[in-house]
C-alpha cells in the first residue's frame, strides 16, 4: 500500500492509499462538522445539508446528479455524526475524475431550491418518526441527553419536526459557509486512484473553499449521571447504562477498547456468557466506546422481559465490578488479536480504508501506520487494562434508562447505583 498526503493551499487536505490490484476507488470528502457544531436554532441542519448536497446544484438537477454516477457503474451516498459529515462514492478506476468533479459540485454549487427544501423536510420527519418506532433508538436518544445536558452532543442529528419547519435556503448557506472550510475537510481515496490525479482535481474544483479554519464547537460536559425511565407498552424492557469515556487522543484509549470487548464486546464477552448464555435473561447485550475529540461515552444495552429486568441490570453491575479486577492474560489476548482482525480485514476493503483514512486526518493531522497501530495493541497488558478500567469507573457517576413497562424498571434502574459504589471506585479513592 503507498499512503501519500498533500495539503492544498485551500488548507484541503488530499489522502490517498493506491491498492494496485482493485479495479475500484472508494473516495469522498470529509468535512469536520457534525451535530455538536449545531446551535440551539440550528438543532438538525447538519443532516439536512448534508440531505440536500444531493438535490440539486447550479449545473445538475436530483436525477441528474444520480444518473451520472449509476450510469457508470457507481453509487453515491453521505453520512452525518455527532463530528464529521462524509460525501462518498465508489466507481471504476477511470471514473474518479468524474467522482471528484460530482462531490465538488454538490457542495460548492448546490441550488437548495425552495420545493426540494420542503420535500426532504418531509422526508426527514419520516425518518424521525421512523426512529420513534424503534425502541433501541428512543432508548438511546434519552441517554445522550442524560449524559450531555443541554448541550449539542445531547441532542438527536436528526433535528425536531418543529425545528426542521424553521430551515430555510439562506440558513443552509450560511451554516455551508460557515462551517465548509478547506482547512477542516479532507478529500480521501483509496483502491485504484493515482495520487497527482486526485490532488489536480481536488485543487480544481475545491479552490472556492475558504482557507479560514471554522469555528470550534463547545467543549463537551458529561453530565452527573442519574436515570430515567421512560414507561412505554412494549414487550421488552430496553436497558442502558452509560459513563465518560475517553477521547480519541488519550494514551489509554486502547486499552479501554480492550476492557470493553472483554466486556460486551461479542459472544465471548463476560456478559454475554454470564448473561444471555448462562442465565438466558436476554436475546441481544452488548458494550462499546464512541471516542471524541475532547471526550468519550462508554454505553451499554441489552433488552429483558420487563419482569427480569431488575435482575439483568443486578447482574450487569456485578459483571462489571468483577471483570476490573479479574481480567485474564486470556481475555487480554483474545481481545487485542480481535482488535488487529478488525484493522487488517478493513484494510482489505477500499472503502473501509477512505473512511480509516479521513478520520485519521481528521483526528489525529497524518495517517497512522499499520505497525504504529499494531504497536498500541501489543502495548496492552492487564495492568494497563485494569487501570483504564479502574479509571472509567471511578470518571463519573452511572447514567442510566430503561424504557418499558412494568414496575420492575424503576427497581432496575436503582441497582446501577452499585457501580458508582464499586470496589475500583474505592480503589482509586
Known amino acids: 500500500m503507498s499512503v501519500e498526503v498533500t495539503k492544498l493551499p485551500s488548507g484541503l487536505t488530499v489522502v490517498t492509499d493506491t491498492m494496485a490490484h482493485l479495479e475500484t476507488a472508494a ?7 457534525g451535530g455538536r457544531d449545531e446551535k440551539p436554532n440550528e438543532h438538525g441542519i447538519s443532516h439536512l445539508l448534508e440531505h440536500m448536497a444531493f438535490k440539486g446544484t447550479a449545473t445538475r438537477s436530483a436525477r441528474e446528479i444520480a444518473e451520472e454516477i449509476e450510469a457508470v457503474g457507481g453509487d453515491l451516498n453521505a453520512a452525518t455524526s455527532v463530528e464529521t459529515t462524509a460525501y462518498y462514492a465508489r466507481v471504476m478506476k477511470a471514473d474518479v475524475p468524474l467522482a471528484i468533479e460530482v462531490l465538488s459540485d454538490i457542495l460548492s454549487n448546490p441550488s437548495f431550491a425552495a420545493d426540494e427544501l420542503e420535500r426532504e423536510k418531509s422526508v426527514i420527519e419520516q425518518e424521525i418518526g421512523a426512529a420513534q418506532d424503534m425502541p ?6 434519552h441517554l445522550n441527553e442524560l449524559c450531555y445536558p443541554d448541550q449539542p452532543m445531547g441532542r ?76 412505554r407498552d412494549l414487550e ?34 463476560r456478559l454475554f456468557q454470564e448473561v444471555r448464555e448462562k442465565r438466558g435473561l436476554c436475546y441481544s447485550i452488548y458494550a462499546f466506546h464512541a471516542p471524541y475529540a475532547d471526550t468519550g461515552f462508554f454505553g451499554l444495552y441489552t433488552g429483558t422481559d420487563p419482569s427480569d429486568a431488575p435482575e439483568m441490570m443486578e447482574v450487569v453491575i456485578d459483571v462489571m465490578n468483577e471483570a476490573v479486577e479479574t481480567l485474564t492474560e486470556a481475555e487480554i489476548a483474545r481481545a487485542k488479536a480481535q482488535m488487529k482482525a478488525g484493522l487488517l480485514m478493513a484494510l482489505e476493503s477500499c472503502s473501509a480504508r477512505v473512511e480509516q483514512l479521513a478520520r485519521h486526518m481528521l483526528v489525529y493531522g497524518r495517517p497512522q501506520t499499520v505497525p504504529e497501530l499494531m504497536a498500541r495493541i501489543d502495548a496492552v497488558d492487564v495492568e494497563s487494562t485494569r487501570d483504564a478500567a ?36 474505592i480503589v482509586l479513592h
Open 156 to 231: 438527536t442529528l436528526l433535528g425536531t419536526p418543529e425545528t426542521l419547519k424553521r430551515f430555510n435556503r439562506d440558513m443552509l448557506h450560511g451554516y455551508l459557509t460557515t462551517h465548509y472550510r478547506g482547512p477542516d475537510m479532507v478529500v480521501a481515496a483509496a483502491g485504484a486512484v493515482d495520487h497527482k490525479t486526485v490532488v489536480a482535481e481536488a485543487e480544481r474544483r475545491f479552490a472556492s473553499f475558504d482557507a479560514t479554519p471554522a469555528p470550534k464547537p463547545q467543549a463537551a460536559k458529561f453530565g452527573e449521571g442519574g436515570s430515567r425511565v421512560v414507561h
Open 27 to 33: 473516495l469522498g470528502v470529509w468535512t469536520g462538522v
Open 236 to 269: 421488552q424492557a430496553h436497558l442502558t447504562l452509560a459513563l465518560e469515556g475517553l477521547p480519541q487522543t488519550d494514551p489509554s484509549l486502547f486499552s479501554l477498547q480492550v476492557f470493553t470487548n472483554i466486556l460486551g464486546g461479542g459472544m465471548s464477552s
Open 136 to 141: 433501541d433508538d428512543v432508548v438511546f436518544e
Open 390 to 425: 479502574r479509571s472509567l469507573l471511578a470518571r463519573s457517576r452511572p447514567a442510566v434508562v430503561a424504557l418499558g413497562s412494568g414496575r420492575g424498571l424503576d427497581t432496575a434502574v436503582t441497582f446501577a447505583e452499585g457501580l458508582a459504589r464499586s470496589k475500583a471506585r
